[in-house]
């Protein structure tokens, strides 16, 4: 107290003597010294000097003290420094953060502002403004990247690299939207930076990974809150080796870190590859060589089938003009007696199991495309068309019990037909490898090489049984189709319960056989099953045989005439002539229902041609 009244006397004296100013003038600010002449016990002179706030007076921050000497009589009331007057970018960012919500001021957390120096970008110092409050158990500084920073790497995250310097956001709740997102999105932001990576001798094969996974396509569709994000795993702060008992990632940790989301995970659950690369052999040779059959698969297929349907088109374009030709010059082929007269092909079951076929692959194809082309700007248009991705797994799930729906009518039927119906001749054996059986047989060898003969001009075009070879390859694919992708697709709906006797891997090797063999069958249905059926020269633009069950006499004897010289032979055909069902109503809904299924699937198919020319497609 007798120091400052001592202090008091002298400016007081000096103040008289020598006519110095005791309060700002306009403009002009009271001289640091001055102020520090009273607090220099609590700062240091040149601390402050050479802190980044040495150049400014000290009413710079302290604008209410206006007169020195009513300050020093206690007569002007200091207020709280306003930040905000030179800080203004820190200070709106501040604003809306959640530490502006708790009550946190500037001055919180920067105890050290008479003597703050610039941090120079070192991480060091912003982490340990942080820790002042935050980690007090040391769980980031213990991590990976807390003793990363610490040995001064300045790639490695420090807490603003993920929650900023000033604008730190609330996080929100466990299902909430943007926590949710930013378990993952600030993960992103290093670990997809290749260079950064590199200089560290880290791999980027995670993010890849990830992005290729079930949860990463999720992200990246924008519905991270439905599924697991980096920080789920590998938890948000305590980030360790693999190796460290106390990882989340721990071989022995592993069980009770899947069972957070999969509550009936097991030991052989957990043997999921969370990052299996299928294209490194060394590392994950069940997925590599899982990769490479089905990559086999597909490219075979859509080359033999593909290479078939263009010569196809190619030949029935000129047979086409040949016969306008001849129709032109009136020698056209003799005129069949009564060939609009209607034979029945397919009965009622079969339109009804043919319409519900269509209903299901549509609906999956709709629900499961933009999943697998994730990171398509229309992959994402649909998910949100649906509602979310929990909507469309929802409609997923829909079109698959219908599958299986047609597939058990199937099997009953292919029961029906070998063993109990009386109409047709012979033991089981003799019905499957016959005329009227959609199984492969002999015959189907020489209508491949007479149909390849015609393509090229050196033979008539065939004429057939009751089943075409593609009829039956599409026939037998289905079977194929719903092992494959019927089998992993249960797998992968029911993971806690095939994951009690099977290994985590086989969910990785389900994934790779289901989403390549869906683009298989999507590929192969909208391209060359919609030709074979609709788009060849001889149907275009559709054949309506499926959907009214009906084809004419006319026609039945140009493309199946064996089956009808067969039926005559027998004396049956006039058992299968029936009426006409063409009617208004029956024809719009019919022909308006095959029409928009085949225009949804050619509009897929270009979908799906744009991804792949983009780099989509994993």
Request: aromatic share 12%; net charge positive; glycine share 8%.
């Amino acid at each position: 107290m007798a120091s400052h009244l001592f202090r008091f006397v002298i400016l007081t004296f000096l103040t008289v003597a020598w006519n110095i100013p005791a309060h700002a003038e306009q403009g002009m600010a009271i001289d640091p010294a001055t102020c520090l002449g009273c607090h220099s016990d609590k700062i240091s002179i040149h601390d402050f000097a050479a802190s980044v706030h040495g150049k400014n007076a000290c009413t710079s921050c302290h604008i209410d003290i206006t007169d020195l000497l009513k300050h020093m009589k206690k007569e002007i009331k200091v207020q709280k420094v306003q930040c905000e007057r030179c800080h203004k970018k820190q200070n709106s960012e501040h604003y809306a953060s959640v530490h502006a919500e708790k009550g946190v001021t500037c001055a919180q957390c920067h105890t050290d502002i008479h003597t703050h120096t610039y941090w120079k970008n070192d991480k060091r110092i912003a982490v340990a403004k942080c820790v002042q409050c935050h980690d007090k158990e040391s769980v980031y500084r213990k991590s990976v990247h807390g003793k990363a920073v610490a040995a001064g790497n300045k790639d490695s995250a420090a807490c603003h690299d993920c929650h900023n310097l000033h604008a730190i956001d609330k996080l929100g709740g466990a299902t909430d939207h943007k926590g949710r997102e930013f378990h993952t999105k600030v993960c992103m932001k290093c670990h997809s930076d290749q260079k950064m990576m590199a200089r560290n001798n880290v791999t980027t094969v995670a993010v890849k990974s990830y992005m290729e996974s079930y949860h990463g396509k999720n992200y990246r569709l924008g519905f991270p809150d439905k599924v697991a994000g980096c920080a789920d795993c590998h938890t948000a702060h305590s980030i360790l080796p693999k190796s460290d008992p106390l990882s989340s990632i721990n071989p022995a940790n592993m069980v009770t870190q899947c069972a957070k989301c999969h509550s009936k995970a097991t030991p052989l659950f957990a043997k999921f590859y969370a990052h299996g690369e299928m294209t490194d052999r060394e590392k994950y040779p069940i997925l590599f060589y899982t990769f490479v059959a089905m990559t086999g698969l597909l490219l075979s297929t859509f080359a033999v089938f593909w290479i078939h349907s263009l010569l196809w088109m190619f030949r029935g374009f000129v047979e086409n003009r040949e016969k306008a030709t001849k129709l032109a010059a009136g020698t056209h082929h003799h005129v069949i007696p009564d060939g609009h007269k209607q034979y029945r092909r397919f009965n009622n079951l079969h339109i009804i199991l043919h319409l519900l076929v269509i209903t299901s692959f549509l609906l999956l194809s709709l629900t499961g495309l933009p999943l697998k082309f994730s990171n398509q700007a229309w992959a994402i248009a649909l998910m949100n068309l649906y509602g979310g991705s929990a909507n469309a797994g929802l409609l997923h799930r829909v079109g698959a019990a219908i599958t299986f729906v047609y597939f058990g009518s199937a099997l009953i039927m292919s029961i029906n037909f070998l063993f109990i119906r009386k109409d047709i001749k012979g033991n089981p054996l003799q019905r499957l490898f016959g005329p009227d059986s959609l199984c492969f047989n002999l015959r189907d060898i020489f209508d491949v090489v007479a149909m390849v003969r015609w393509f090229f001009f050196k033979g008539p075009k065939p004429t057939f049984e009751r089943w075409t070879y593609w009829e039956k390859f599409d026939f037998v694919a289905v079977f194929w189709g719903m092992f494959a992708i019927g089998g992993s697709g249960l797998m992968l709906w029911f993971p806690e319960l095939f994951g009690q006797f099977l290994p985590g891997w086989a969910f990785n090797v389900a994934t790779i056989i289901h989403s390549d063999e869906a683009l298989l069958a999507t590929g192969f249905i909208f391209s060359v099953h919609f030709f074979n059926t609709h788009g060849r020269p001889e149907k275009f633009p559709m054949d309506f045989v499926i959907f009214n069950g009906q084809i004419a006499k006319e026609e039945m004897i140009e493309e199946r005439g064996d089956q009808w010289k067969r039926y005559e032979e027998a004396g049956i055909t006039e058992q299968f002539a029936c009426k006409s069902t063409s009617g208004i109503l029956r024809d719009f809904l019919f022909k308006g229902f095959g029409f928009t299924a085949v225009i949804i699937g050619l509009s897929l198919m270009l979908l799906m041609i744009l991804a792949f020319l983009s780099g989509g497609g994993h």
